[in-house]
């Protein structure tokens, strides 16, 4: 997934990923609220590509599946996809510098997997970023921090002067200014990609949008950590129509028994102005960039 460009520096986790999931506004559209499966946590990053922590067997074979209602089609769902991106753009003049502050809670099912340094991550954390744009649009600060349940910070990273720290790790990346608009093009793009190559579903409900993308399994897949294997995965975004912004990505899983279950949840906060970073970011700031 192409997410936003400094989630490489700063998400550092193990594990697959299933799918990609999108959710988008088509209008006119109505649709019963969804019963949804018990909801755990889920996996990060699931992909059916190998993996050193999580090997996916040679018969891991995908297969599009036909949306079995609310199907749309790739046109109308481009061109509705068009529409959020810009409403979302509109809403940040990139003309005014400053800093802006989003939130994202993670919830996996088997597990984050580990840092670089050998810590684990855990199976549910938040993460806060702070990014500050100069007058041209440009991201060239940026700060994370990724904390526990309790609040606590197991991972840190900051952006500054095209350099790139982390306290998991002493390596120093180049990590060049970045239109702020990368920051709200990552999960369309997403949509993009997987509407050109899996038929989508799109339901709108009271206050939200949904697309999703299935895949079927040629065989049942064995994950590791989970005791049944899964013969289908349904991957979802939500997106808020008054904002246009992205609000949840979801990995869906059913399972050989019928039974489903939420192998992953990102839950991300509006991204929005504030006058500076929290003291607390700044603090880890200051020590990251002096190293």
């Keep these: 997934m192409k997410n936003y460009r400094m989630f490489t520096l700063f998400l550092i986790s193990a594990g697959i990923t299933l799918l990609a999931l999108v959710f988008i506004l088509r209008p006119n559209t109505s649709a019963d609220a969804p019963i949804s499966p018990q909801s755990i946590s889920g996996m990060e990053n699931m992909t ?21 209602q609310n199907a749309v089609s790739r046109d109308e769902l481009l061109t509705q996809l068009n529409n959020y991106r810009q409403k979302a753009q509109e809403q940040f003049p990139l003309n005014q510098a400053g800093w802006y502050h989003s939130t994202w809670t993670v919830d996996n099912a088997v597990g984050g997997g580990s840092m670089p340094n050998g810590e684990p991550i855990p199976a549910q954390y938040t993460s806060e970023s702070w990014y500050y744009v100069d007058e041209e649009g440009m991201v060239i600060r940026v700060i994370t921090l990724m904390k526990t349940p309790e609040g606590e910070v197991f991972q840190a990273g900051a952006i500054d002067g095209g350099k790139g720290r982390n306290s998991a790790f002493s390596d120093v990346t180049d990590n060049e200014p970045y239109p702020f608009t990368d920051l709200l093009n990552g999960s369309y793009d997403e949509i993009k990609s997987n509407a050109d190559l899996i038929p989508a579903a799109l339901r709108e409900y009271s206050g939200r949008v949904e697309i999703s993308f299935v895949e079927d399994y040629q065989q049942p897949v064995k994950m590791v ?40 949840s990102y839950a991300f906060s509006p991204l929005t102005a504030v006058a500076q970073p929290t003291d607390e970011a700044l603090a880890w700031y200051e020590d990251l960039t002096k190293k």
């Excluded at 059916?48 to 599946?65: F, G, I, Q, Y």
């Design 225 to 264: 950590g989970l005791d049944q294997e899964i013969i289908q995965s349904d991957i979802r975004f939500t997106i808020d129509p008054n904002t246009g912004l992205v609000a949840k990505r979801e990995v869906l899983s059913t399972f050989v028994d019928g039974s489903q279950r939420v192998m992953m």
């Design 48 to 68: 059916l590509e190998p993996s050193k922590n999580a090997p996916m067997p040679a018969n891991a074979t995908r297969v599009p599946a036909q949306p079995q």
